[in-house]
C-alpha cells in the first residue's frame, strides 16, 4: 500500500512539473500563480505544497530538469561513440542530442531560458554552475578539434559555442517538430556550422550522411512571454 501511495505521489508531482513549465512558458513565472497551476494540474492549491514548498521552489525544479535533460541527452550521445569517432560525427552527435532535447522538453527549456533572473540569488547562481557543467561539454568538444588542427587556428571557441547552442535553443520558436523532421533538420543545422568551421567544407559531409536541406514551415508566432 505504501508503494503504491509513493508511485502515485511521483505521477502527481511529475504532472505538476509539466504543468506548471507549461504556464511558466506560456504566461511568464510572475503572471502564474499557484492557482493557476493547480487549477490546470486538477489539483487544489493547498495539495501542492505536498509536493513543492513554493512557487519558486517549482520553477527551481523545472530548471533543473531542463538543464538535466540537455547535459543527460549530449553526454549520452557522445559517450556512445567510439574513441576513434571524428570531431564531424561528435559534433553531429551533439547538435542532435541537443536538438532534440530542445523539443522534447519545450516547455522547460523555454520556461528555463527565460526565467533565470526569476530565480533567488542563491538558486541563480546554483543553476548557473550546472549550466556551465553542461557548456564544458561543448567547449571541451570545441578546444579538442582546434588542439587537433581540426579547427581553423583563428577560431575561437566561446562565441562558437554561444552561437551553436543559442542557435537550437531558439528553434523552439520557429521549427514545427510536427511538420520538420527533427533528424534532418540536425544534420542541416550541423553541415551549416561545419562548413564554417573545419579546415575544408567537403570533409563535414562525412561518409554520406549529409542530407538535402529540409523545408521549413513559416515559422508561428512566438510564444515568448516579457513576465
Keep these: 500500500m505504501k508503494q503504491r501511495v509513493a508511485v502515485k ?5 511529475a504532472r505538476l512539473l509539466q504543468v506548471a513549465a507549461h504556464l511558466f512558458r506560456e504566461k511568464g513565472f510572475l503572471a502564474t500563480s499557484v492557482r493557476d497551476i493547480a487549477l490546470a494540474a486538477n489539483m487544489k492549491s493547498g495539495s501542492i505544497y505536498y509536493h513543492y514548498p ?7 525544479a523545472v530548471m533543473d530538469r531542463a538543464i538535466g ?13 567510439g574513441p576513434d569517432q571524428t570531431f564531424q560525427g561528435r559534433m553531429r552527435a551533439a547538435i ?4 532534440r532535447t ?7 527549456a523555454v520556461a528555463s531560458r527565460e526565467s ?24 571541451q568538444l570545441l578546444e579538442d578539434a582546434k588542439k587537433s588542427g581540426v579547427l581553423r587556428a583563428e577560431v575561437e571557441i566561446a562565441p562558437i ?10 528553434t523552439s520558436e520557429w521549427l514545427d517538430p510536427q511538420r520538420v523532421d527533427l533528424e534532418g533538420a540536425a544534420d542541416h543545422f ?19 550522411r549529409a542530407r538535402p536541406s529540409p523545408e521549413y514551415p513559416s515559422a508561428p508566432r512566438s510564444r515568448r512571454r516579457k513576465s
Excluded at 69 to 81: P, Q, R, S, T
Excluded at 96 to 99: D, I, R
Excluded at 193 to 206: K, M, P
Design 116 to 139: 533565470l533572473d526569476k530565480l533567488s540569488e542563491t538558486s541563480r547562481k546554483a543553476h548557473v554552475r550546472l549550466r556551465r557543467q553542461y557548456g564544458e561539454i561543448w567547449r
Design 102 to 108: 530542445v523539443h522534447q522538453y519545450g516547455d522547460f
Design 96 to 99: 542532435g542530442a541537443h536538438l
Design 9 to 13: 505521489g511521483d505521477m502527481s508531482s
Design 69 to 81: 535533460a540537455f547535459n543527460d541527452a549530449v553526454g549520452a550521445a557522445l559517450a556512445a561513440l
Design 54 to 60: 513554493s512557487k519558486d521552489a517549482l520553477l527551481e
Design 190 to 208: 550541423c553541415d551549416l556550422v561545419l562548413n564554417g568551421l573545419v579546415r575544408q567544407a567537403a570533409s563535414a559531409r562525412s561518409a554520406g
Design 161 to 170: 559555442q554561444l552561437f551553436i547552442l543559442g542557435a537550437l535553443n531558439w
